[in-house]
């Protein structure tokens, strides 16, 4: 049984930085992602990685603040967080799927779900 698990969430200042990871049981997967929703809003992507060739992809309110990467060596995906600004501030999730489609960041083409991570930014 395929399991994410995720950690490393808190609450920080403006400007601050965290790290997330996700413990996985295997990661014998075409992708792995952060997703994360805010209260009151749909579940958005974050950033995706391709685990056999490390190509990532990151939506437009993270690119250049937000890197993804991963350790194969113990099946852990990692979210590095800089310049956190309040609208930041939501439920981070892992997930993992099959999928090639493109965009890649699509929710409906991950297949396994973390329980999540909250992350708070205060100003």
């Known amino acids: 049984q395929v399991q994410l698990v995720e950690s490393g969430g808190g609450s920080v200042q403006a400007g601050g930085s965290l790290r997330l990871s996700c413990a996985a049981s295997?990661?014998?997967?075409?992708?792995m992602a952060w997703f994360r929703q805010a209260p009151g809003k749909d579940r958005e992507g974050v950033a995706t990685?391709?685990?056999?060739?490390?190509?990532?992809y990151y939506s437009d309110s993270v690119k250049g603040r937000f890197t993804i990467s991963s350790n194969y060596a113990n099946n852990t995906l990692y979210l590095q967080m800089s310049i956190l600004r309040p609208d930041d501030t939501a439920m981070y999730y892992c997930?993992?799927?099959?999928?090639?489609?493109?965009?890649?960041?699509?929710?409906?083409?991950?297949?396994?779900w973390g329980q999540g991570t909250q992350v708070t930014v205060s100003s």
């Open positions: 295997t990661t014998a997967f075409r992708r």
């Open positions: 990685i391709y685990t056999v060739s490390g190509t990532t």
């Open positions: 997930a993992a799927g099959y999928s090639n489609s493109w965009p890649p960041l699509r929710e409906r083409d991950y297949v396994y």
